[in-house]
């Protein structure tokens, strides 16, 4: 489904090194993180990413520190800290950074959302598009309040099931304490993270998640190409 780039890493941001797979053309400078939801992996994001991939981005999923799959997921070093991923996720935008990407996305389910969000707050301009699916304020440790969000210029989509109850308050107070350009979309189901992507709202969220990433964060006529490098 992808490259196995096996070690992600600045050892300057990330205490251990992570599993990650690169998908879509090497070439490409648009450059998507996809960052994973708690109790979850990296291999949740394939297909997603298979299909990012494809439209021309440079993909790139990771296991957060701790977690430790096996197989095509990889395994992770480290011990699970919800609190320091933040972190991961720097890393894992310097990795994509290192192999050309000069403009970024972040996508983030759950937990992966709500770490998203700090590093968008962190990378200031350097990050351009910010989608959530089903993210909390805080996650153990792990905070996106109003100071957080304040400062961040991504174009942002926060993404939530409208029976997931607490998501949906999440993205009235994301929307709330955000600046524009963002959207808020809540899905009629009970999905919570990257599970929306299998269920049954699937369709419309991949799609107009991939809207989102192609109207602020397009792909050139360059970067477009269905090869893997």
Known sequence: VGDDVGELGARARVECLLAGRLFGPAESSAGVVLAHMFPSDQSAWYFFADRLGQRG???LTFNFRGYCPGGDAGCSEGEKNPAAIWQDVEGAVEALRSEGATRIGLVGASMGGTASLVVASREGKGVDVLITLSAPPAFEGLDA???VLAPVTAA???IA?????????AV????????Q???PLILTTGDHGTDILTGNQAGIASTEMIRWLERYLPV???DSGSGYG
């Open 57 to 59: 981005y440079r993909v």
């Open 145 to 147: 309040g109003t100071e």
């Open 172 to 179: 009235d107070t994301f929307y709330a304490q955000s600046l």
């Open 220 to 222: 050139s006529a360059r």
């Open 181 to 183: 350009p963002k959207r």
């Open 161 to 169: 099931g409208h029976e997931d109850l607490d998501a949906v308050q």
């Open 156 to 158: 942002k989509l926060f």
